[in-house]
């Protein structure tokens, strides 16, 4: 925690970031100066450290957190009305809680896509602070008194504690990957206290099977939790009705405590959204047909139901596919029954409107880009031919291939491969496109040639190039491409080419870097860098390619930086060559040894060619780098022609066959007087005659540029 929000002492009304949360609209300048030097008796907690997220982010719809019981009452004047807000109730409202499990009508849909049900509740023991303020004694008290209490667990219920301090590193992430496990480094939590002195104190408990779980000193004392694989949400409730009994009675017996309730808010937590049951019912389901509808719509339509969506990778996870983490939206206003049952009503009502939307969508789309290619060539009549149809490789559509061109207003091309079925099953589609797109004749074939022995010259060493970049895309066959590759044929391409690339020799020699677990600032330097690629290009999204993102991505280079490969990114491989200076000849001499040796050793490894199509060359996932997938740049200065006007430049560019881009990647932006040139042909040439137009054309470019 950073500036006022750490010094729980200071005493100028603080500036909180979030504008819009409750904790601005309830924490007046006159209210804190009443409350701020307080300090709770259990564990010494101030109004200063319960407003601490509120104060340091700037997207916080609550934005307080209690650090004892004491909290809620000492702080009342600022607590009471959020609450009663943030759940609608009045003033004197009372909780009652209901774990009644007969009392359920029904259950989740036997014939729905349910992977797994989980329901989970917070429980606090009394005489210990919450997380946000608990002492490292009391924290310690807690474990050790639940430990203890666990041994007591009978029949189905027992298990084994396991301390987090100490753990095993593979099996505590074989433990989040799996969602039995909570894990750090969330802001929210570290910022309100609740990581101090990580990992002590905190572990999970599970019995056998790991159906019935308690996680110990996380964002609350104790989340008691029941889950297991399938949709039945009614066997999961009577478990936890069980499971929660078993907790608060062998506590109870070993401590004489018991879990703090309070009449008005129910069983209390550390979060005043989870006040009252503290109860999350969840199911993970597929919903295509939503997904295909529009995420903001399935939103708003749980929203009317009283249900939440998530990812399914936990609160601050996000999205991925078309499998979604649905829960009942209250905590507080209703009890534990009747949450579960509007969960298992509002879930059956999705369902049954996923099935509608998927028949929906067989109809022919409205096509936003309406001078596309797409809009062009995706008739009526072609889509109802073939709009049915699923590839063989990765089950890919009509469908998810035009969503680009379906979704946003201003696509060119707005079309996508899922696999190489694609370009084959939905080639009454494709091969118009890409025909015009390229401007090849239908019997057009393609030929590549990497003899960089044949170039002419190279580019002027007395211009200002300030670095050359060649890359080329390749797939490797029986894969899925990015936009339709399933999950484990991402992951199987990933761990094909970090075998492949332990064989790399000499100077291509280097290590292939995850995604997943890196450090983000290197990260971010990397991407500064201008080495690595990022998420959330919207383009990307849309077409699929940032599934289960960050999983099954990375990054390969040599030493130098001048030699690597993206791993699916838009494309299974981008293979790189790049330097410093204006040394084309060079950069695409180490390219075309790099090439040789990613296909080389990925044949060895596994019998598997790269996907070429005697047509249309090496096969990406996006018709427009079908053929040599090469794109040869410079970052060259060009402070003659950014005077002269950046449309001339453009026009200039066109007739020299060279394609100008700013310096942060495709869609980022120009900047300066800097460029990216490259050549703008992808098929219909050879590598070679690219890169010879690219040194050809920025020679000229530059020459003009010092008589402009
Ligand atoms: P909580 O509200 O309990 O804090 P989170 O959204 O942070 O829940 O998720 C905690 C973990 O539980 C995550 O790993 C998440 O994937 C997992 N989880 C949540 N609901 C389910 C479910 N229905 N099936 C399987 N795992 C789930
Ligand atoms: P691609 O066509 O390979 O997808 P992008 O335009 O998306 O290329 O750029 C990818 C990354 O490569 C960006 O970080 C960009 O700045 C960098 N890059 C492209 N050309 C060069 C170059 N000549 N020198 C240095 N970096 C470059
Ligand atoms: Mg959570």
């Not at 589609?429 to 890409?434: A, G, K, L, Q, Y």
């Not at 200002?464 to 590759?485: A, E, K, M, N």
């Not at 600032?521 to 993102?549: C, I, K, P, Y």
């Amino acid at each position: 925690a950073k500036g006022s929000s750490a010094n729980g002492g200071l005493s100028s009304f603080p500036t909180i970031k979030s504008t819009h949360s409750l904790v601005a609209k309830h924490v007046t300048k006159e209210k804190w100066d009443k409350l701020h030097e307080h300090k709770t008796a259990t564990s010494g907690f101030t109004l200063a450290k319960a407003i601490a997220c509120a104060v340091e982010f700037d997207n916080q719809h609550c934005g307080i957190y209690a650090g004892d019981w004491d909290s809620y009452k000492d702080f009342s004047d600022v607590f009471d009305p959020i609450i009663q807000e943030y759940h609608g109730i009045s003033a004197d409202a009372k909780h009652t809680s209901d774990m009644d499990f007969s009392k359920i009508t029904g259950n989740v849909n036997p014939d729905a896509p349910v992977h797994s049900t989980r329901i989970r509740v917070g429980r606090s023991i009394d005489g210990f602070g919450l997380s946000p303020g608990i002492t490292k004694e009391q924290r310690l008290g807690v474990e050790s008194l639940f430990k203890t209490a666990s041994a007591n667990f009978k029949d189905e219920l027992a298990g084994t504690y396991y301390p987090l301090t100490g753990m095993d590193d593979t099996v505590r992430q074989q433990l989040v990957d799996d969602h039995f496990l909570f894990m750090s480094g969330d802001r929210n939590l570290t910022v309100a206290g609740m990581e101090r002195d990580w990992p002590e104190g905190r572990g999970i408990f599970h019995n056998k099977d790991k159906t019935f779980l308690v996680w110990v000193n996380e964002e609350d004392q104790l989340r008691i939790i029941s889950m297991e694989k399938g949709g039945d949400v009614l066997g999961v409730f009577k478990r936890l009705a069980g499971g929660i009994q078993a907790v608060g009675d062998s506590v109870k017996a070993e401590s004489g405590k018991d879990f703090m309730l309070d009449e008005k808010y129910g069983y209390v937590h550390s979060c005043p959204t989870n006040l009252g049951t503290g109860m999350r019912a969840s199911v993970h389901i597929d919903l295509p047909g939503w997904t295909a509808h529009g995420v903001d719509k399935l939103k708003a339509r749980c929203e009317e139901l009283s249900l939440q969506p998530r990812g399914t990778r936990g609160e601050s996870g996000g999205q991925t596919g078309h499998t979604y983490d649905i829960s009942n939206k209250h905590r507080l206003g209703y009890s534990e029954v009747q949450l579960v049952q509007t969960m298992i009503d509002g879930v059956n009502k999705l369902y049954e409107e996923d099935l509608e939307l998927q028949k929906k969508q067989l109809e022919f789309p409205n096509i936003q880009s309406a001078h596309s290619l797409v809009a062009k060539h995706v008739t009526k009549e072609k889509w109802d031919k073939l709009c049915k149809h699923t590839t063989k490789t990765a089950g890919f559509t009509l469908a998810k291939a035009i969503a680009c061109a379906v979704e946003f207003d201003n696509q060119h091309c707005g079309i996508y491969a899922g696999d190489w079925d694609s370009y084959k099953d939905f080639a009454d589609v494709f091969d118009p496109i890409i025909q015009e797109y390229h401007g090849i004749s239908a019997d057009a074939k393609h030929t590549s040639d990497m003899d960089f022995s044949k170039i002419t010259g190279n580019v002027n060493p007395d211009a200002p190039v300030h670095s050359t970049r060649i890359r080329v895309g390749r797939s490797i066959d029986g894969f899925g491409l990015s936009p339709g590759i399933t999950k484990e044929q991402r992951l199987g391409v990933e761990s094909l080419f970090k075998t492949a690339s332990a064989n790399f020799k000499d100077e291509l020699a280097g290590t292939y870097y995850p995604l997943t677990g890196m450090d983000e600032t290197v990260r971010q330097q990397l991407v500064d860098d201008h080495f690595l690629f990022m998420s959330g290009d919207r383009n990307l999204t849309v077409a699929g390619m940032e599934r289960d993102w960050p999983e099954g991505r990375g990054i390969f280079h040599n030493k130098d930086k001048t030699f690597l490969v993206w791993v699916n990114e838009e494309d299974q491989l981008r293979i790189i060559s790049m330097e410093k200076g204006g040394d084309v000849l060079g950069v695409f001499k180490r390219l075309a040894g790099g090439i040789q040796a990613v296909g080389d050793s990925v044949k060895a490894e596994s019998g598997k060619d790269f996907m070429l199509d005697e047509k249309y060359g090496y096969v990406h996932s996006c018709p427009t780098n079908l053929g040599t997938g090469m794109r040869a740049s410079v970052h060259i200065d060009l402070p003659g022609w950014t005077a002269h006007g950046v449309d001339k430049l453009k026009a200039r560019c066109e007739e020299l066959s060279l394609q100008p881009r700013g310096t942060r990647g495709e869609s980022g932006g120009q900047t300066g007087h800097t460029y990216d040139i490259s050549n703008k042909h992808r098929l219909g040439y050879s590598e070679v005659q690219l890169v010879q137009t690219m040194i050809d054309g920025v020679n000229t470019l530059y020459k003009e540029d010092l008589e402009l």
